[in-house]
């Protein structure tokens, strides 16, 4: 079955500082997106980054960056300057086998950002 | 615009009454997907539309779980004979088709939180 792990179930950081979550996944397709979520307790997932598996280049957004390493199947987010409007779930996804167009989740990371 | 649009927000139900759960995806999104999100864990596949056509239901859990989009727009799932285990999030988002082999992102609705008493 595919998979798509985030090893870490919880992580904390201090206002204004780093934080960077992690997630492998595995997948036989050669191109692909990968996604990175956010669901705040509103419940509504909300996209935050999306990396193209062909490019070299870390796609970035303002303060979210990731570090995706294609031969290790690792896809990372980095939060620079946390704000406390950064507390939520994180998740991380793939697209499932067969060029399918579902997408595959990881069991997510709960962020929380201290004053 | 509008974006992805879930009802009820909350639903509870005794073991073995039936539920529906109506989506109202963006306009234009050929794509939608329901999602089963259980407490503390990640969005579960459940089953695709595009258009009115239902491509991928394997994710449905038993025979219990019916899903439907008639005319390629709004969409509901249904739940028959509910039991305890289904009490959920259950999660709707829309999408536009792949391009060029590639996922489009998934918009998500708020979902619906699904408690079986």
């Known amino acids: 079955a595919q998979t798509v792990t985030q090893s870490q179930p919880e992580m904390s950081v201090q206002e204004a500082e780093t934080v960077t979550l992690s997630c492998t996944y595995d997948t036989s397709e050669s191109d692909y997106y990968l996604f990175w979520y956010k669901q705040p307790p509103s419940r509504q997932m909300i996209l935050v980054i999306r990396?193209?598996?062909?490019?070299?280049q870390n796609a970035t957004e303002n303060r979210f960056s990731v570090n995706f390493q294609k031969a290790a199947k690792s896809f990372s987010l980095k939060i620079s300057d946390s704000q406390l409007g950064d507390a939520a779930m994180y998740f991380c996804a793939c697209p499932a086998q067969g060029g399918s167009e579902k997408l595959v989740f990881g069991k997510g990371t709960k962020l929380t950002v201290n004053p | 615009g509008a974006g992805v649009s879930q009802s009820p927000r909350y639903k509870v139900a005794k073991r073995g009454q039936d539920v529906a759960l109506r989506c109202d995806p963006i306009?234009?999104?050929?794509?939608l997907f329901w999602y089963q999100q259980a407490l503390g864990q990640g969005p579960e596949f459940l089953t695709y539309?595009?258009?009115?056509?239902?491509?991928?239901k394997s994710g449905l859990p038993s025979d219990r779980f019916f899903a439907e989009r008639p005319e390629g727009s709004v969409s509901t799932l249904k739940i028959q004979r509910t039991q305890q285990e289904d009490s959920a999030v259950y999660l709707c988002a829309s999408s536009l088709p792949r391009m060029r082999g590639y996922n489009s992102p998934l918009h998500f609705g708020n979902g619906t939180r699904l408690t079986v008493t």
């Open positions: 990396q193209e598996a062909y490019k070299q």
């Open positions: 539309f595009q258009n009115e056509a239902q491509l991928d």
């Open positions: 306009s234009g999104h050929v794509s």
